[in-house]
């Protein structure tokens, strides 16, 4: 068992990660400090926010590439209902309602019609973030109360870790719990390798689906709040790009995209190693469409390792001798 977890592939990008830090750590200036890594998890908290739903979503063999317009269009609602007047306290939960209701539609059309889940959120990526900008238009609303955008990023007491980021891994380590201990996520696990015999067994596999989305557009919608407040600014195109970085992070991880397999460690280490890596480069003023390609290239690693590694690992044990037991004398 020991011996089978440390050849995995959540292990291996440990490891990377571990080496990336070291190797930036001595060959780029500013990396090991404390106000690097405060800044660095900042980065990481929306991507980790929404790539923890998103885990559970591709291990059931679907997909949402809506997550980070869902991100915007409730950066800019978010704008307008503080233009007109509404309370902060109040436009949280009124954003979480809002989020679930893009992913009740995105489930709908999944589990209720029976499209491929890929199609139907390329739409609405589409659709989603085209209303950010009937909402919002192209301007920015950004005379947030300094209380709220100054606590959304304050750091724990002594240290340059943002509370957030203590909340997303306290999120995670619920989500695990879920995924890894208990019957729902070996239901999920089940639905990933066979959708039919799951359904056989029991498992409500619309139903579970359909709830899995609207659970992943309520989260977009939280780091979508989290994102207006950190920059201050609620503008139609914020979050665009993201679920590259969150799909990236999840299969970096070891989630296979055909769905079944995966664990939340790999997703937590694949989320590191996209953002540190990313972070790294940008502090040693490499350009912006080098970043890019290195997300792409991270993409493609992640689709074609865990697999090629799971089919290594495959013909090896069919090339390993049978052993019989001796003769007794």
Do not use: C
Request: no cysteine; charged share 10%; net charge positive.
């Amino acid at each position: 068992m020991v011996r089978k977890r440390l050849g995995s592939w959540d292990v291996l990008v440990i490891v990377v990660l571990a080496v990336v830090v070291v190797v930036s750590s001595a060959a780029v200036e500013g990396f090991a400090s404390s106000r690097f890594w405060g800044f660095l998890l900042l980065d990481v908290i929306p991507i980790a926010l929404i790539a923890l739903p998103m885990t559970l979503v591709i291990i059931t063999g679907e997909i949402d590439l809506s997550v980070a317009s869902v991100l915007g269009l409730s950066s800019a609602v978010m704008g307008q209902l503080w233009t007109a007047g509404v309370p902060l306290p109040l436009i949280l939960p009124l954003i979480l309602v809002f989020g679930m209701v893009l992913g009740a539609v995105n489930g709908l059309f999944v589990t209720g019609f029976g499209l491929p889940s890929l199609a139907v959120t390329i739409g609405t990526l589409a659709l989603y973030r085209g209303l950010a900008y009937v909402v919002l238009g192209d301007k920015a609303v950004a005379d947030f109360p300094p209380t709220w955008t100054g606590n959304m990023i304050e750091a724990l007491p002594g240290t340059t870790v943002p509370w957030m980021a203590a909340t997303v891994a306290g999120l995670a380590i619920v989500f695990g719990i879920v995924l890894h201990a208990t019957p729902v996520g070996r239901a999920l696990y089940a639905m990933g390798n066979n959708e039919q015999a799951a359904t056989f067994s029991g498992i409500s596999v619309a139903r579970t689906k359909f709830w899995l989305f609207v659970l992943t557009a309520t989260v977009a919608a939280l780091a979508g709040f989290f994102w207006t407040m950190r920059y201050a600014s609620a503008r139609a195109d914020n979050g665009a790009g993201l679920e590259l970085s969150v799909v990236a992070a999840v299969l970096l991880g070891g989630v296979s995209i055909f769905g079944g397999r995966g664990s939340l460690l790999g997703v937590i280490a694949g989320v590191l190693l996209l953002i540190t890596l990313r972070n790294a480069l940008q502090l040693a003023d490499v350009p912006a469409d080098t970043l890019t390609i290195v997300t792409g290239t991270l993409l493609i690693i992640s689709v074609v390792g865990p697999n090629s590694a799971a089919m290594l690992r495959s013909r090896l044990r069919r090339r390993r001798p049978a052993t019989t037991p001796a003769a007794g004398g």
